[in-house]
């Protein structure tokens, strides 16, 4: 593809999976009685776009917007934005081999997993941080 002579592209209703929910926040009876927040996912590429208004109407139209427009930012640069994706290594990914420590308080034990190291989680918290090196 050629993103010199990029023009923007409308999404196919078909690429789009939309779902309606309750929204949250401030609104009272009104939130609670109707399913106004719209989550839009553009499948092909798995951007999410949410909007929790009071209509949802509005909540639509907005969110077909900004998902369009990330989009096409996707398609014309190649990736999502950098805002999301420091996001995603902010949050990582959970896994267990990214833990450093771990904490059993009620056996006492702080458990260092990258020098295999353990001491006690009282001498730990005081400040010896050494003995887990």
Not at 76 to 86: A, L, R
């Amino acid at each position: 593809m050629d993103y010199n002579n990029y023009s923007e592209i409308e999404i196919p209703k078909n690429q789009i999976k939309v779902e309606t929910t309750r929204g949250s926040g401030n609104g009272g009876q009104h939130k609670n009685t109707t399913d106004s927040c719209v989550i839009m996912t553009h499948i092909p590429t798995g951007i999410k776009v949410v909007r929790d208004g009071r209509s949802q109407l509005s909540n639509r139209d907005e969110a077909y917007k900004e998902l369009k427009r990330r989009v096409n930012e996707f398609y014309k640069t190649g990736f999502i934005n950098s805002e999301v994706e420091n996001r995603k290594n902010q949050i990582g990914t959970g896994d267990r081999s990214i833990k450093k420590r771990t904490y059993r308080l009620k056996d006492d034990i702080v458990i260092d997993h990258e020098t295999n190291q353990t001491c006690s989680f009282k001498e730990f918290s005081k400040g010896k941080i050494e003995l887990l090196s």
